[in-house]
């Protein structure tokens, strides 16, 4: 019978530990962090980028097209660029914010502390490149077939990391280094395919 002991720091079977929560690192790892910026299948993921294709949208010009609409602090950027791409795009702290300082230093936009938050509002020297902006804002080139290849291929992650969690969890140490070596492979035949298209 299989030695199987269930515990605070993880699970362990036939002296393999698993860490709390194997095979996820923590909510959001896949599904939509995993998709969003710095996600694996997002824009802005940190796997190879090759040439032009596939470029993250711009920042700037989302900032700018926003600011047009209202006033907004950076997180509600973050969140209306999250809700108006479906998931696809949602664009990290650390690329906002230095937007954000850098078109204060321009003088295009301007900050107001509004509830322990800093609002930010498009200056009249703004106000020009903002409407520019907003006649091709970056989340109008996401179209309807991206965002239903963007979902396909979450339901194939989830249903993979589904498979991972029960190989985990119930697979020998052989059935685990098989995985293992697949998931490998998979990983190279990924990338494979990138290269293949330059």
């Not at 301007?110 to 609002?119: C, F, M, V």
């Amino acid at each position: 019978m299989r030695n199987i002991h269930h515990g605070h720091h993880g699970f362990r079977a036939r002296g393999f530990t698993f860490p709390p929560g194997f095979p996820f690192g923590g909510p959001g790892d896949f599904g939509g962090g995993g998709f969003g910026p710095g996600g694996p299948f997002g824009p802005g993921g940190r796997g190879p980028r090759r040439g032009g294709r596939g470029s993250r949208p711009n920042v700037r010009t989302a900032v700018l097209a926003l600011l047009l609409e209202r006033p907004m602090h950076g997180y509600e950027m973050i969140q209306e660029l999250d809700s108006r791409t479906n998931g696809i795009w949602r664009p990290s702290p650390g690329s906002v914010y230095p937007t954000l300082q850098l078109l204060e230093d321009e003088g295009l936009i301007e900050a107001e502390a509004a509830g322990g938050r800093k609002s930010y509002h498009l200056t009249d020297a703004g106000r020009a490149e903002a409407e520019t902006a907003a006649e091709n804002p970056p989340w109008g080139n996401i179209g309807d077939d991206t965002m239903s290849q963007v979902q396909d291929f979450r339901d194939a992650a989830v249903g993979i990391m589904g498979a991972l969690k029960q190989v985990g969890f119930n697979g020998t140490p052989e059935q685990r280094q098989r995985a293992l070596e697949i998931l490998n492979e998979t990983k190279r035949k990924l990338y494979a395919i990138l290269a293949d298209g330059e």
